[in-house]
């Protein structure tokens, strides 16, 4: 019986050398580099339920919240990123379960009656072919643990745009309520002003009920401009992963400045394929394919076991000796699977091929959007603004010389809010173009293939085959 002891003994042997190279972190402190190396934000993986009671989110509520603010609130405090990084953890297992063998059968017979002694067999099994092919299934296992930990840190930076995006939305929606409050206001003067010059016949019925309706207008807009407010402010208090009673938060109502410069296209080019993280993916993928393959090819031979054999006959007449099982390759050449780790191996070669042509486009386009938006930026800031400003104060000297009217003067202010209106608009076109360049530098944009590269876990474990993923465990 000493070599079935020494079969089982080996393949603990190769368990232990197996799991060792699997990190005990699940690849957290990977997925924190890469977040930190393109956000300069910092994350955390929590046991348990999210608390709201972190000290550092109680000092960065304290004082005004930035964009920067947001994002770190939301890499320490968002229940669904934790659930995220909580995927680190079946990729660690679905690694340790590829650099693991199956484990030695046992089979044990007593048969009945029989003189003088009793007979019985025993049979131990360790199967060859996971002894063979598991340095091929452990290239696969951590191809495949790799991809997860860019798919994980995509997800990381992919929540970091979304909550800034959030922000970005809430201080429009608070600047817009500043605008619409200051049109109330000015269509109240207006609208009191009709009346008391309809009192006094200089002005006729019609017109006092357009100014009166303009300030009912006036109204409404900014009643449906504080939900929307409210609206944004309360996706963003979820986003933070904040609670009722940690809402007493106050928010900067002014963008930041422009950035000096941005990218060239040169710089872009220089450091697009270390960057995107879909490509990253998708070379994991290919090297997932190719280990997996000769694993395919040798699928014919199935399960072939060696063993030792022991048995009693019922005279007492002991034998031993060594076993085998093999199949009989008759019906099933393992042509299928050849047929289906080819396929994906040539799937995976072409999506690569794919990610990259498109990453090219994609980094054109929203830098083309980019720049535009800034441009619309600089024009109003630079010449249409202070251009509405000039009509005002040249407007104002003119009615103090009572050369125009007051409504020609309201009509004037409200140009000029007007175009605050639309230069709002314009700063929150540019910082949403910038969190989405941000992105598609990284590789996580919302592309067709972006949207891909974060399937569910499922659907990412069905990219390679399910046999050649797992160590052989059953």
């Given at each position: 019986?000493?070599?079935?002891?020494?079969?089982?003994?080996?393949?603990?042997?190769?368990?232990?050398?197996?799991?060792?190279?699997?990190?005990?972190?699940?690849?957290?402190?990977?997925?924190?580099?890469?977040?930190?190396?393109?956000?300069?934000?910092?994350?955390?993986?929590?046991?348990?339920?999210?608390?709201?009671?972190?000290?550092?989110?109680?000092?960065?509520?304290?004082?005004?919240?930035?964009?920067?603010?947001?994002?770190?609130?939301?890499?320490?405090?968002?229940?669904?990123?934790?659930?995220?990084?909580?995927?680190?953890?079946?990729?660690?297992?679905?690694?340790?379960?590829?650099?693991?063998?199956?484990?030695?059968?046992?089979?044990?017979?007593?048969?009945?009656?029989?003189?003088p002694f009793r007979p019985f067999e025993v049979l131990v099994t360790q199967t060859l072919v996971d002894l063979f092919l598991l340095p091929r299934r452990r290239a696969v296992g951590k191809a495949t643990f790799e991809a997860?930990?860019?798919?994980?840190?995509?997800?990381?930076?992919?929540?970091?745009?979304?909550?800034?995006?959030s922000f970005y939305d809430l201080v429009a929606a608070l600047q817009r309520v500043g605008m619409d409050r200051t049109i109330v206001e000015s269509a109240r003067t207006s609208a009191e002003l009709a009346r008391r010059m309809?009192?006094?016949?200089?002005?006729?019925?019609?017109?006092?009920?357009?100014?009166?309706?303009?300030?009912?207008?006036?109204?409404?807009?900014?009643?449906?401009?504080?939900?929307?407010?409210?609206?944004?402010?309360?996706?963003?208090?979820?986003?933070?992963?904040?609670?009722?009673?940690?809402?007493?938060?106050?928010?900067?109502?002014?963008?930041?400045?422009?950035?000096?410069?941005?990218?060239?296209?040169?710089?872009?080019?220089?450091?697009?394929?270390?960057?995107?993280?879909?490509?990253?993916?998708?070379?994991?993928?290919?090297?997932?394919?190719?280990?997996?393959?000769?694993?395919?090819?040798?699928?014919?031979?199935?399960?072939?076991?060696?063993?030792?054999?022991?048995?009693?006959?019922?005279?007492?007449?002991?034998?031993?000796?060594?076993?085998?099982?093999?199949?009989?390759?008759?019906?099933?050449?393992?042509?299928?699977?050849?047929?289906?780790?080819?396929?994906?191996?040539?799937?995976?070669?072409?999506?690569?091929?794919?990610?990259?042509?498109?990453?090219?486009?994609?980094?054109?386009?929203?830098?083309?959007?980019?720049?535009?938006?800034?441009?619309?930026?600089?024009?109003?800031?630079?010449?249409?603004?202070?251009?509405?400003?000039?009509?005002?104060?040249?407007?104002?000297?003119?009615?103090?010389?009572?050369?125009?009217?007051?409504?020609?003067?309201?009509?004037?202010?409200?140009?000029?809010?007007?175009?605050?209106?639309?230069?709002?608009?314009?700063?929150?076109?540019?910082?949403?173009?910038?969190?989405?360049?941000?992105?598609?530098?990284?590789?996580?944009?919302?592309?067709?293939?972006?949207?891909?590269?974060?399937?569910?876990?499922?659907?990412?474990?069905?990219?390679?085959?399910?046999?050649?993923?797992?160590?052989?465990?059953?």
């Open positions: 019986m000493s070599r079935a002891i020494l079969v089982p003994l080996g393949a603990s042997l190769l368990l232990v050398t197996g799991c060792a190279s699997v990190p005990r972190d699940s690849g957290l402190d990977d997925v924190r580099k890469a977040v930190q190396e393109r956000t300069h934000q910092s994350l955390e993986l929590k046991s348990g339920a999210s608390s709201t009671d972190d000290p550092r989110v109680a000092d960065m509520l304290h004082g005004e919240l930035d964009a920067d603010k947001a994002v770190a609130i939301a890499m320490i405090n968002n229940p669904r990123l934790q659930v995220v990084l909580g995927e680190l953890g079946i990729a660690r297992a679905d690694l340790i379960e590829a650099s693991t063998i199956r484990n030695p059968i046992a089979e044990a017979e007593l048969r009945f009656p029989a003189s997860e930990k860019l798919r994980v840190t995509g997800e990381v930076i992919h929540l970091g745009a979304e909550v800034r995006e309809n009192s006094v016949g200089n002005l006729n019925d019609l017109d006092l009920e357009n100014e009166q309706a303009r300030y009912e207008e006036a109204k409404l807009d900014l009643a449906r401009g504080e939900e929307n407010a409210l609206v944004r402010r309360e996706k963003l208090l979820r986003e933070m992963g904040l609670r009722d009673r940690m809402i007493d938060w106050k928010t900067r109502e002014d963008f930041p400045a422009l950035a000096d410069r941005e990218l060239s296209q040169e710089e872009i080019d220089a450091s697009l394929t270390s960057r995107r993280l879909d490509i990253s993916i998708a070379q994991r993928e290919v090297e997932a394919a190719k280990a997996a393959l000769p694993i395919a090819r040798t699928s014919v031979v199935g399960d072939i076991s060696v063993g030792v054999h022991q048995e009693r006959e019922s005279d007492g007449t002991k034998t031993t000796g060594p076993s085998i099982q093999l199949p009989i390759p008759i019906f099933n050449r393992g042509r299928a699977g050849r047929t289906r780790a080819e396929a994906r191996l040539a799937q995976a070669e072409q999506r690569l091929a794919a990610v990259r042509a498109e990453a090219g486009s994609e980094i054109r386009a929203v830098r083309a959007r980019l720049l535009s938006t800034r441009a619309r930026v600089e024009y109003y800031r630079d010449v249409l603004l202070p251009r509405r400003r000039r009509i005002v104060e040249l407007t104002s000297l003119q009615y103090n010389a009572m050369l125009l009217g007051l409504f020609q003067l309201l009509q004037a202010k409200q140009n000029e809010i007007n175009a605050r209106h639309e230069y709002i608009e314009a700063q929150l076109d540019y910082w949403k173009a910038r969190s989405d360049f941000d992105l598609v530098i990284n590789g996580v944009g919302g592309t067709e293939e972006d949207n891909r590269s974060r399937r569910s876990p499922l659907e990412r474990r069905t990219m390679v085959d399910e046999s050649a993923i797992r160590g052989g465990s059953r």
